[in-house]
């Protein structure tokens, strides 16, 4: 388990140092690197979901005419994180930030577990939470 942590930490720093992020509209934040666009509405700062709460609202959001937006898998929530700033870990261009736990799509463990990993904007942490605790949500959409 050790190995993993850190082979997933060592991914996560390459992926957060090589973000460009840039602001994309009123509602949304775009990596220009990765081509992915961010949700930027006060709701990912103001609303807590359990896991399946957070999966359906990305599913169901619209924003600035995009539909099709996802939960974040590990990779890419943590490919936000900016290690070069504390508190919060995330660029300055993100309007709507707590610096606290964010859901991704990544699950973990046995179908008995119920669990699934969570990045922490305070410090750019990540850990794995039961699916049914309340954490903060951002939508990402592949492409845009």
Not at 57 to 66: Q, R
């Amino acid at each position: 388990m050790k190995r993993l942590k850190i082979f997933i930490l060592s991914l996560f720093i390459a992926c957060g140092v090589n973000a460009d992020i840039v602001k994309n509209s009123t509602n949304t934040i775009k990596d220009t690197k990765t081509n992915y666009l961010w949700e930027d509405t006060k709701e990912a700062s103001t609303t807590k979901r359990t896991f399946d709460d957070a999966v359906n609202y990305c599913k169901n959001l619209e924003l600035d005419g995009h539909k099709s937006w996802e939960l974040p898998g590990f990779v890419e929530l943590f490919s936000i994180v900016d290690t070069k700033v504390y508190n919060p870990t995330i660029s300055e261009n993100f309007k709507y930030v707590v610096s606290e736990n964010y859901w991704s799509a990544k699950t973990f463990g046995h179908a008995t577990t119920k669990e699934a990993f969570v990045v922490n904007f305070l410090s750019g942490a990540f850990n794995r939470e039961k699916m049914d605790k309340t954490f903060y949500v951002r939508c990402y959409k592949k492409g845009s």
